[in-house]
Nanobody
């Protein structure tokens, strides 16, 4: 049974930091590219960060470049999103995604991140 379980969300003040985790099971994690997406109320889901299966390639949305870092530990079947210098505009539900050769997609249930004073 495939599972992607996100954790680490919560309420943080502007300028603060959070680290999201996504624990994977039920598939060969090291073969899948992993991404973080987010969806704010009334907005479409958007790609935040991407990392290839071997961590050789990463990409970020312009809005988070220099503030967010995606990394993975294949031995732990886990992908992370380190979020620094958080802004109110970063408030959203954050979703973990696993993709294999554009043919297979798995999604987590999401974790809420709220940036507010």
């Amino acid at each position: 049974q495939v599972q992607l379980v996100e954790s680490g969300g919560g309420l943080v003040q502007p300028g603060g930091s959070l680290r999201l985790s996504c624990a994977a099971s039920g598939f060969t994690f090291s073969s899948y590219a992993m991404s973080w997406y987010r969806q704010a109320p009334g907005k479409e889901r958007e790609l935040v960060a991407f990392i290839s299966s071997d961590s050789g390639s990463t990409n970020y949305a312009d809005s988070v470049k220099g503030r967010f870092t995606i990394f993975r530990v294949n031995a732990k079947n886990t992908v992370y999103l380190q979020m620094n210098s958080l802004k109110p505009d970063d408030t959203a539900v954050y979703y973990c995604n696993a993709r294999y050769r554009s043919a297979i997609n798995y999604w987590g249930q999401g974790t809420q991140v709220t940036v507010s004073s």
